[in-house]
């Protein structure tokens, strides 16, 4: 997973949707940006919104934001979740883009 800054890590992540994906398959863990791993049901995980066959996650215990691949064969079979990248969200300035983030999700 790369680390990234949490502006780089929004336009790594590329355009953005309202969560829809039905994620009750998908029962793993993943590698989360704070260097843990949660349990994605367990741990009811907040997904701030959609890309494509990814969702970008907010980590349960700190400021930590990851974006995490749906890894399926041929778009069946789930294989486990793969983290593309992460960030941490420190200062006004990155709170503000994580509210403008999870506001153009919503209205999408
Ligand atoms: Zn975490």
């Known amino acids: ?11 790594d992540f590329g355009k953005i949707t309202k969560h829809r994906m039905n994620m009750s398959m ?3 863990n993943f590698q ?17 919104g959609d890309g494509f066959y990814k969702v ?16 399926t064969r041929l778009g069946f079979g789930f294989r486990g979740f ?7 969200v ?3 300035e990155d709170e503000r883009l994580l509210a ?3 506001a153009a999700a919503q209205l999408s």
């Open 100 to 102: 403008a983030t999870r």
């Open 90 to 92: 420190v200062g006004q």
């Open 32 to 48: 989360c940006a704070c260097g843990g791993e949660h349990w994605f049901q367990y741990h009811g995980i907040q997904i701030i």
């Open 1 to 11: 997973m790369k680390m990234l800054s949490f502006k780089d890590f929004v336009a």
């Open 56 to 71: 970008m996650v907010a980590c349960p215990k700190s400021n930590h934001v990851t974006s995490v691949k749906i890894k």
């Open 26 to 28: 998908y029962d793993d």
């Open 82 to 88: 793969e983290s593309l990248a992460g960030a941490a």
